[in-house]
Structures are given as C-alpha cells and as structure tokens.
C-alpha cells in the first residue's frame, strides 16, 4: 500500500495551494480518505475526509476555506486550500481508511509539509 501526497510548499498568508495524494494497492472506491495534518509540538488533527459515497466533513477551522474531493479513476484525493493562514502551516498526511473492516483498517502517507508566512 502507498499513498503518496504531493502539493504541499511555501506560501503567503491569503493565497492557495492543491494536495494531491494517489494511492496504490488498495482498493480506492471503499476507503474513506482523508486528510490530517501536524504541526511541531501538536497532536495530529483531522482537516477534512471524503467518504466512497462523497459524503464531506471538515474541521470547523478550515469549513469555507478547504475543499476536499476525490478522483476514483485516478485513485486519488485532493485538498484545496484557499485563503492559507499562518496557523495551517502543519505537514499534511493522507490517510485511507477502509469502511467494511472492523475496526477499520487504515493506511497513511509519508506527509506533505505546508508553509503559510505572514
């Protein structure tokens, strides 16, 4: 299983930036992927998951802002991040996570590390 993020870079406050992260040997269609993010001396946070039947939910700091969806001919999941403050700067993890298995079986990326300056 691989899931491989991408996207993530050094950006101003108020501007945009698209993850993607594709994944391989898993099954796509029935995972539930999502993505969470770090920050230095923070615990992991959910940012937004996107569910097989593209049901959304996303933390209420980033509702209006960030816009999760996903591509199953692809096999990937994105991140749209607009209006980028400087409390987002985290490394952004992918994680698969499947719907059937309980408890349910998950995978997650190396991270993506995003940069907002003020």
């Known amino acids: 299983v691989q899931l491989q993020a991408s996207g993530g870079g050094l950006v101003q406050a108020g501007g945009s930036l698209r993850l993607s992260c594709a994944a391989s040997g898993i099954i796509f269609s029935i995972r539930t992927m999502g993505w969470y993010r770090q920050a230095p001396g923070k615990q992991r946070e959910l940012v937004a998951t996107?569910?097989?039947?593209?049901?959304?939910n996303y933390a209420d700091s980033v509702k209006g802002r960030f816009t999760i969806s996903r591509d199953n001919g692809k096999n990937t999941v994105y991140l749209q991040m607009n209006s980028l403050k400087p409390e987002d700067t985290a490394r952004y993890y992918c994680n698969a996570k499947h719907e059937y298995t309980i408890p349910p079986r998950e995978n997650w990326g190396q991270g993506t590390l995003v940069t907002v300056s003020s």
């Open positions: 996107i569910s097989s039947g593209l049901s959304t």
